[in-house]
């Protein structure tokens, strides 16, 4: 964080530039750079402490909180609301969770700033103890927070370190935050996932989309596509879309997003992405992936080689896993490679690399 942000930015190219200099055809177009403050949409904070001196914020080796509600990553609109649930953990007595001695209730709080200004507040707690306060305190509670916000309640009566558990239950009657990228409406549930900087989102979908649009294929898939950010962006007339993803309640969101849209013929499937391509029976004119950092299966990658599949577009946030991918593919010639800074002050990045399919 003490780099300046200009040297960041050139590190990570030369950095995805190394890892993927075994391919000569490539070409890097300049790199989206990010704002280099204020830009995470999302702020996972674990409160400790106790409830008239709550820390929110994260824990130290030991299980000792460390308050961040001055982090200048996070977005200036979150950082406002940190005040808000201090006084709501005071009111209502919460207790927050102890990890070293096991005890208590509170364990997180997930907060998600949509770019219309509205939010999503999930309470994490480890039983129902703190239920009915947290349900009956939410007219109150609304009416601190933005217009068409969402409030949730998550259980995590597990002591392991995950962030949520199962069982969720919505509050307020608007059950997904909306977003307006690129004037495409996005819908998040409270179990979805999103990108965490939204300036960077946009731009990442508009550079699929004009490649998308440079291509004009007939049929489309986006593969690993959470909410449906690519296929959204990439729908159109005369063009079939179907978006694959593994979580129903992102499928579901995206659902919504192209109801609202009118989108005739896109679709999407909750299905594991190898599972679904390679038991399709069928291939579209382009393929859109964006998987975790762990990549794409072999398998998926070994169809894909072998199919007549003319244009892939590769979305990754982990370039050495790209790079062996790419090296999977051999049948495609990767062209054009864009590092989209989406998470500033780290060493990590978004690349997007548009592929062709080899001349036979």
């Known amino acids: 964080?003490?780099?300046?942000?200009?040297?960041?930015?050139?590190?990570?190219?030369?950095?995805?530039?190394?890892?993927?200099?075994?391919?000569?055809?490539?070409?890097?177009?300049?790199?989206?750079?990010?704002?280099?403050?204020?830009?995470?949409?999302?702020?996972?904070?674990?409160?400790?402490?106790?409830?008239?001196?709550?820390?929110?914020?994260?824990?130290?080796?030991?299980?000792?909180?460390?308050?961040?509600?001055n982090c200048g990553v996070i977005a200036p609109a979150l950082r406002s609301l940190f005040p808000v649930i201090e006084n709501f953990i005071k009111e209502l007595k919460l207790v927050p969770y102890s990890v070293p001695q096991r005890k208590g209730e509170l364990k997180h709080v997930i907060l998600t700033l949509s770019d219309t200004g509205s939010v999503m507040v999930r309470w994490v707690l480890r039983t129902k103890k703190h239920f009915v306060a947290l349900r009956d305190s939410l007219p109150q509670?609304?009416?601190?927070?933005?217009?068409?916000?969402?409030?949730?309640?998550?259980?995590?009566?597990?002591?392991?370190?995950?962030?949520?558990?199962?069982?969720?239950?919505?509050?307020?009657?608007r059950t997904t935050l909306e977003f307006g990228l690129n004037g495409v409406p996005m819908h998040l549930r409270p179990q979805g996932f999103f990108q965490t900087n939204t300036e960077i989102a946009a731009a990442l979908y508009r550079q699929a989309r004009q490649w998308i649009d440079d291509i004009d294929p007939e049929s489309v898939w986006d593969l690993y596509s959470g909410v449906g950010g690519f296929a959204l962006h990439c729908a159109g007339e005369g063009r079939a879309v179907y978006g694959i993803e593994t979580s129903t309640e992102a499928v579901a969101a995206a659902k919504t997003s192209a109801d609202s849209l009118r989108l005739g013929d896109t679709h999407f499937v909750a299905q594991d992405a190898t599972e679904y391509a390679l038991n399709a029976g069928w291939a579209p004119d382009a393929v859109i992936v964006?998987?975790?950092?762990?990549?794409?299966?072999?398998?998926?990658?070994?169809?894909?080689?072998?199919?007549?599949?003319?244009?892939?577009?590769?979305?990754?946030?982990?370039?050495?896993?790209?790079?062996?991918?790419?090296?999977?593919?051999?049948?495609?010639?990767?062209?054009?490679?864009?590092?989209?800074?989406?998470?500033?002050?780290?060493?990590?990045?978004?690349?997007?690399?548009?592929?062709e399919r080899k001349a036979s």
């Open 290 to 355: 964006n998987p975790p950092r762990r990549g794409i299966s072999a398998e998926l990658a070994t169809w894909l080689n072998g199919s007549d599949i003319q244009h892939v577009i590769y979305s990754s946030c982990d370039a050495k896993s790209l790079a062996r991918d790419l090296e999977r593919m051999g049948n495609y010639t990767p062209q054009l490679a864009r590092v989209m800074d989406m998470f500033p002050q780290t060493d990590h990045y978004e690349v997007i690399v548009k592929l």
């Open 1 to 69: 964080m003490t780099v300046p942000y200009a040297q960041q930015l050139q590190a990570k190219v030369a950095d995805c530039q190394h890892l993927l200099s075994g391919f000569d055809s490539l070409k890097f177009l300049p790199a989206q750079a990010s704002s280099e403050q204020g830009f995470r949409n999302k702020a996972k904070m674990v409160i400790s402490g106790t409830t008239a001196q709550p820390t929110i914020g994260i824990l130290d080796a030991d299980g000792h909180g460390i308050d961040l509600r």
């Open 141 to 173: 509670f609304l009416e601190q927070l933005p217009r068409h916000s969402v409030v949730s309640v998550n259980f995590l009566p597990e002591h392991k370190a995950v962030l949520e558990g199962e069982e969720e239950i919505i509050l307020t009657r």
